[in-house]
């Protein structure tokens, strides 16, 4: 029966260690800045950050072994020169939404960590047309 009790206390003991120390890393929480917001604020140019905008039509540039990308990212106000190294999303291409995690170097071009492209839904409703028959009523 003793051993039940210090064998139960140890794996407590253990599962408190362990979540203690995964909840109170240093690290510090990566926000979402659209490019009027992150060029605004000097502080955070040193930081690592989540960039979300649009791809600015004709600015991309590609590598020829698709493994370096160049693009600019805007908010319709500002954009922000991007290089991203890596795979690159299938869906990836101009006009489309993304969200790049990353930090600026000292060139000011947003060295890119995590390409992701947010493609339109084609679960989302057609509400531009009205012609378009709505969700039916069950009666």
């Given at each position: 029966m003793k051993v039940k009790w210090t064998v139960g206390l140890i794996i407590t003991?253990?599962?408190l260690a362990l979540f203690f120390l995964s909840s109170t890393g240093n690290s510090k929480p990566v926000f979402y800045y659209n490019p009027?917001?992150?060029?605004?604020?000097?502080?955070?140019?040193?930081?690592?950050?989540?960039?979300k905008g649009t791809?600015?039509?004709?600015?991309?540039?590609?590598?020829?072994?698709?493994?370096?990308?160049?693009f600019?990212?805007?908010d319709g106000?500002?954009?922000i020169p991007?290089?991203?190294?890596?795979?690159i999303p299938?869906?990836?291409q101009q006009g489309?939404?993304?969200?790049?995690?990353?930090?600026?170097?000292?060139?000011?071009?947003?060295?890119?960590?995590?390409?992701?492209?947010k493609c339109p839904s084609k679960y989302e409703s057609k509400a531009s047309d009205p012609t378009e028959p709505g969700p039916r009523e069950s009666s």
């Open positions: 003991v253990g599962a009027s917001q992150f060029l605004a604020n000097p502080k955070i140019k040193e930081d690592r950050v989540r960039l791809i600015q039509p004709g600015s991309v540039k590609m590598s020829p072994d698709r493994l370096n990308l160049w600019n990212i805007t106000k500002k954009s991007v290089h991203y190294s890596g795979a299938d869906a990836f489309l939404e993304v969200v790049v995690d990353g930090r600026m170097d000292a060139e000011n071009t947003f060295e890119g960590r995590e390409l992701i492209v």
